[in-house]
Structures are given as structure tokens and as C-alpha cells.
């Protein structure tokens, strides 16, 4: 990154910082995250150095490294030893037979409901001797994540969170789904995910929520929640109007929660020319757009988490 366009970058999220606080609506607005820690953190995930964090892989072990390293420092509640849940992959690549998910707590006033917040913290890995470095796909929603995590451990929020970072989502979702098959608290418990994947190429200042098709009581939240955004939230991609490859509903690891009847949004942006290829980099994101979706979304996280008894209805037992 040239010094020119390290200047960029911190001068786009001094100005996010400037902004003025949005008038109120529901509920108090969220205390501003730690915007400039969220802007190295996507830098440093999306880095060569970390060869592009293909499952099992020396670029994911560092990229797990750095999370856990965070997670410690900020005092939140390991969920596995050392924060790793270890999984067993199979797969034809026989180069792969374990994953890492990494999972962190921080709990609530009331413990009886958990709210997890995801992304997959997995990318390409190198091909052809290019890093694929996935910066908007997926360190975006991974460095966002760890700035909430780390926001919440400072501030008590009112039930369990849970802030699981996947591995494998490229390579069909493996970390998710053990996740779900052996979660960390009873699975009755959990009562929602927030998937956040691919939130950062805000390229006409928009981003998307999905899954209120499937859960229509998200969406008073979500149009309190637009109402009051730094970008246009919109909702959608969560239906077959559009064809197959418009419906997000199986595209990412919140389909793991689907598959067990729990709730669930997802955030992130339409493909663009980028997505999946070598120049998806750091130097293409607008530091001020990205922050305006984190702080977007963790507008919603605060709306849910105050209101999740009333919200989300109690799951009929199996």
C-alpha cells in the first residue's frame, strides 16, 4: 500500500468520524466504533502475507493468530480452547482434513437467549502463484465482526453474544455447519445469526440485507435502522423472483442456521468485477463507505439485542 493511499485511508475515516450523530430513532444511537482499528484490521487481513486464508493453510493459521490475539486482549470468553474449534473436513482436496472456527463470548445481562454475529474469515488461498486476498470477500465482514466483538466487550449488551469467525464458507460451508451441529451453548438457545459477508464495496453506496422473506419480523428493525443509516440498507436477495443466483439464502454460512429454523440476516453487497479475483485488494475499498456500513449494521445489532424477547418469536421445540 503506497503511503499516498495510506493518507486516503485515514483521511476518508477522520472525515466518517466527523459526521454528525444522526437523530434518534427507536432507541439511542450506538456509540461510534473504533473506526481506524477497523480500517487496519481489514488492511492487515487482506494482506499478501496472508496468502489469501485458504482453509488449512499457513495464510489462515496467521489470520486465525490475529483474531484470537485480539479476542484475548479484549477479554472475551473463549468458546474452545485458545477461541479454536477444530473440525473434520472432507473433501476430494485430501491436502485438507481440518478446519478452524474461531469462537468468542461476551455475556449478557440475560444469558437465557444468544445472538451470534458471523462472517467466514476464509479466502481463495494462491493460484497460478497469485493471492487471491479477499478483501472485501471476506476480511471486510470478518475485521467487522472482531470491531463489534471488541465494542461489546467494553459495553455490556443486554443478551449472550456469541461472535463466531467460520473457515471453509469457499469451500461449502464446513465451519458452519459444525458449528451448528456442535454448538458451543444448547442450540435451543441460540435465537439468531447476523452473517455478515462481503461489506465493503460500497460502490453505489448501498448494502444489502437479506432474510426478511423468511423472517418478516427483521424487517421493523432494518427500516429503523435505514432510516437513520450513514448508506442506503436495503432489503432483498432472499427470494427466486430474480433467478437462483440472486437468492443468497444458500449462498453463505448463515444457510447452516437456516437448515435448523434459526432466523437469520445477512448483510453484504451485490457481486462486482472484482469478486472472486485476484484484484478483489484493500486499495479498492472507500475507507468512508465501508465504515458506513459497519456502523450500519451495528446499528441493527444494537436494535436486535434490545429488543430480541419481543422481536424474535421462541422457536417451537423439535
Given at each position: ?18 459526521l ?14 473504533d ?15 496472508m ?8 495464510g489462515s493459521?496467521?489470520a ?17 480452547p485458545?477461541f479454536?474449534?477444530?473440525f473434520?473436513?472432507?473433501m476430494?482436496?485430501?491436502?485438507v482434513r ?5 469462537l468468542?463470548?461476551?455475556r ?8 451470534v ?7 481463495l488461498g ?23 466483538a471488541?465494542?461489546?466487550?467494553r459495553?455490556?449488551p ?9 473457515d ?5 460451508m464446513p ?6 451441529k456442535?454448538p458451543?451453548v444448547p ?5 439468531a ?6 461489506v ?5 453506496k448501498?448494502?444489502?440485507a437479506?432474510g426478511?422473506?423468511?423472517?418478516p ?7 429503523a435502522?435505514?432510516a437513520?443509516a ?7 436477495h432472499?427470494t427466486?423472483?430474480?433467478g437462483?443466483?440472486d437468492?443468497?439464502?444458500t ?5 447452516a ?5 434459526i432466523?437469520w440476516i445477512c448483510?453484504g453487497v451485490?457481486?462486482h468485477p472484482?469478486?472472486?479475483r ?13 465504515v458506513?456500513?459497519?456502523r450500519?449494521i ?6 436486535l439485542?434490545?429488543?430480541?424477547d ?9
Amino acid at each position: 500500500m503506497t503511503i499516498r493511499n495510506q493518507l486516503a485511508g485515514i483521511a476518508a475515516v477522520l472525515a466518517v468520524l466527523a459526521l454528525p450523530v444522526h437523530a434518534q430513532r427507536a432507541t439511542a444511537p450506538l456509540a461510534a466504533l473504533d473506526s481506524a482499528s477497523l480500517w487496519q484490521t481489514l488492511g492487515a487481513l487482506s494482506a499478501d502475507s496472508m496468502k489469501g486464508r485458504r482453509m488449512g493453510t499457513p495464510g489462515s493459521a496467521s489470520a486465525r493468530a490475529l483474531l484470537v490475539r485480539r479476542l484475548g486482549s479484549a477479554g472475551l470468553v473463549p468458546l474452545a480452547p485458545g477461541f479454536e474449534q477444530s473440525f473434520p473436513v472432507t473433501m476430494r482436496d485430501t491436502s485438507v482434513r481440518t478446519g478452524v472456527n474461531v469462537l468468542a463470548m461476551v455475556r449478557g445481562a440475560d444469558t437465557s437467549r444468544v445472538l451470534v454475529v458471523s462472517a467466514h474469515y476464509d479466502h481463495l488461498g494462491v493460484s497460478g502463484g497469485q493471492v487471491y486476498n479477499g478483501a472485501d470477500d471476506n476480511a471486510s465482514g470478518t475485521a467487522a465482526v472482531l470491531a463489534l466483538a471488541e465494542y461489546y466487550a467494553r459495553h455490556t449488551p443486554r443478551h449472550t453474544m456469541i461472535f463466531a469467525f467460520f473457515d471453509g464458507e469457499e469451500l461449502g460451508m464446513p465451519g458452519a455447519r459444525a458449528f451448528v451441529k456442535s454448538p458451543p451453548v444448547p442450540r435451543a438457545r441460540i435465537v439468531a445469526d447476523v452473517n455478515l459477508d462481503m461489506v465493503s464495496r460500497l460502490d453505489k453506496k448501498e448494502i444489502y440485507a437479506a432474510g426478511t422473506s423468511h423472517f418478516p419480523f427483521f424487517r421493523p428493525l432494518l427500516e429503523a435502522t435505514a432510516a437513520v443509516a450513514p448508506v442506503t440498507l436495503l432489503l432483498g436477495h432472499d427470494t427466486d423472483a430474480h433467478g437462483l443466483h440472486d437468492n443468497w439464502t444458500t449462498q453463505s454460512d448463515h444457510l447452516a442456521f437456516h437448515a435448523e429454523g434459526i432466523p437469520w440476516i445477512c448483510f453484504g453487497v451485490e457481486d462486482h468485477p472484482d469478486y472472486h479475483r485476484v484484484t478483489d485488494d484493500f486499495e479498492r475499498i472507500d475507507a468512508a463507505r465501508y465504515v458506513g456500513a459497519v456502523r450500519t449494521i451495528a446499528d441493527f445489532v444494537r436494535r436486535l439485542d434490545q429488543s430480541l424477547d419481543t422481536v424474535v418469536p421462541a422457536r417451537p421445540a423439535k
